[in-house]
């Protein structure tokens, strides 16, 4: 590759930020969402998000099912230039029952933004999904949202990153009052005071101060409020971490900014800090060892497949992380897996459903490729060798149903329909070892549901779903498999690759089967 090339990758993966937005249900990250997309002109205006029932739905909600419940159920891709960069987010679903698509998602990101209500504080959601950053030793940047209601104190909300996530933190700004007091926040690092305007924020109103000791705070915001941010500050500059760059990148230290979405308030401050702080394209992992963004071959790898997306085509679309070298509209590659060299004819970008046919793409984009049925999750594909990038995580489900069909001359679309949902990783599929009953496994409730609205919506199936017993999965390997050893509160699957499983209704029967199994691994991923 000539050096002009190279530099010319080089420049566009230094444009690249390619961030998952991860919070809690009802946390406000639709919102932000669209805030962020509004000041990238990819949006002209901002969907109302409460107001679900009208015919404006969030753009990044696009399935049937989300618009019923005003949730995002799938995590999807949206992509806007702004300030000379260019900006992908893998909107994650904030639903607790949504943990699997979420959690595979994240294997795309090179950075994350975490959404805290200021109110409630980190939540069970945030909790798991910053676990899989932490996991990866992502950077992790927060936004404390809605500070235009009443709210925990920062100190408590500091206190709680530290004790609930094991994260430190250090405030980029902080905020001068709060709900119906709030007068704006003070900008640490830039000693300036960005001022609250209620609804419109269309133009920042920023306040240069010499220190947060500025007599112009005590005019703009009173007394009371000015002396408490003096203390509040004062404190943190004792007792508080300083702001460590390399921690930043690490995944040790999370800036944390506040701000209120809905209102616009602090979002671009937010949005500017987050493109100079965040990590541009990594290299990733590979069995090749560690494959460079900047390197002159193609790569990438499938971390989502979504069948449907444009219900009038019946089409799937195969989301790819481009992790190095220059993607070009028409392009061969070596599918690893299937070992044989494929044309990328039809590769996407996307604005939630809205797509454009993308003529190139760099690392650290997302592309949505036309799937006709060869493409699995954790697929990778390559200009140069078989490189095959680190597998991408199963779950264990950890609820359970047997499935039936209520017309039994719809069991070809009945079919079709397991096998594209099962692909695309929205269920897992176990039949038992006598191949007379399918049993669904998910890790929520909510999985279920989707499956069940899908295969009638999308393929004219209804289905009957009876709750299984079962909690726990876990994939045996032994040499002689004793099926009678799991008659008693378990029961030996296969799943769809006939690997050996064995489901279990309680943790005691898991624990006995183990003690009597001492040859057995029990694995709680798939091998």
């Known amino acids: 590759m000539s050096k002009s090339q190279e530099h010319a990758i080089q420049i566009e993966v230094d444009k690249r930020r390619t961030f998952a937005i991860i919070s809690h249900p009802d946390a406000g ?71 699997e698509d979420t959690y595979r998602t994240l294997t795309a990101a090179d950075s994350a933004v975490m959404l805290i209500d200021v109110a409630k504080g980190v939540e069970a959601q945030t909790i798991k999904l910053f676990q899989v950053c932490a996991k990866r030793g992502i950077p992790i940047f927060t936004f404390i949202n809605k500070l235009d209601r009443e709210g925990q104190s920062p100190f408590d909300l500091m206190e709680e990153l530290e004790n609930v996530l094991g994260i430190r933190s250090v405030p980029m ?68 971490d300083p702001f460590d ?5 690490k995944g040790e230290l999370t800036p944390v900014f506040f701000g209120s979405a809905v209102n616009n308030f602090g979002v671009q401050t937010f949005l500017e800090n987050f493109l100079e702080l965040a990590p541009k394209p990594e290299p990733r992992r590979s069995t090749e060892g560690m494959v460079e963004p900047t390197n002159e071959k193609f790569s990438g790898y499938v971390f989502k497949i979504q069948a449907n997306m444009n219900p009038a085509h019946r089409d799937r679309v195969a989301f790819l992380r481009i992790v190095s070298g220059k993607f ?51 697929d990778s594909l390559s200009q140069g060798g078989n490189i095959v990038f680190d597998e991408l995580p199963t779950f264990s489900p950890e609820i359970f149903s047997k499935v039936t069909v209520k017309n039994a ?30 049993i669904l496994g998910v890790v929520g409730q909510l999985q279920f549901e989707v499956f069940e609205h899908r295969m009638k919506a999308e393929y004219g199936v209804d289905v009957q779903l009876q709750r299984m017993p079962y909690q726990f999965a876990r994939w045996i390997i032994d040499e002689k ?33 183990i003690d009597k199994n001492p040859t057995a691994q029990f694995l709680e991923m798939a091998p």
């Open 29 to 99: 990250k639709t919102t932000l969402t669209e805030k962020l997309l509004l000041f990238g002109g990819a949006i002209r205006l901002a969907g109302t998000v409460k107001a679900r029932k009208a015919s404006k739905h969030a753009t990044s909600d696009w399935m049937e099912i989300e618009k019923q419940r005003g949730i995002s159920v799938t995590s999807s891709v949206m992509q806007f230039d702004y300030n000379g960069h260019r900006i992908n987010i893998l909107d994650t679903p904030g639903h607790q029952d949504f943990s």
């Open 173 to 240: 700004n902080w905020p001068i009052g709060m709900g119906r007091e709030l007068c704006g926040v003070y900008d640490r690092m830039k000693n300036q005071v960005e001022l609250f305007q209620g609804d419109d924020h269309s133009n920042i109103q920023v306040q240069k101060v010499d220190s947060y000791e500025d007599p112009v705070i005590r005019e703009m915001a009173g007394e009371f409020l000015h002396e408490q941010l003096k203390q509040d500050l004062e404190l943190l500059d004792v007792a508080g």
């Open 245 to 249: 760059y390399e921690k930043v990148l």
């Open 328 to 378: 070009e509209r028409g392009m061969s590659v070596r599918h690893v897996r299937a070992g044989k060299e494929i044309k990328l004819s039809q590769p996407q970008q996307f604005l939630a459903q809205d797509r454009d046919i993308v003529q190139e793409a760099y690392p650290g984009d997302i592309i949505g490729l036309f799937d006709p049925g060869i493409f699995r999750i954790g």
């Open 409 to 438: 001359l719809k069991h070809k679309q009945y079919q079709k329909g397991l096998d594209q949902l099962t692909e695309e990783g929205t269920i897992q599929v176990f039949r038992t070892a006598s191949f007379d009953e399918t």
């Open 481 to 513: 498999i004793d099926p009678s050893k799991f008659r008693i509160n378990s029961v030996l699957v296969k799943d769809k690759k006939d690997n050996y499983v064995v489901l279990f209704e309680n943790e005691y029967a898991m624990r006995t089967a």
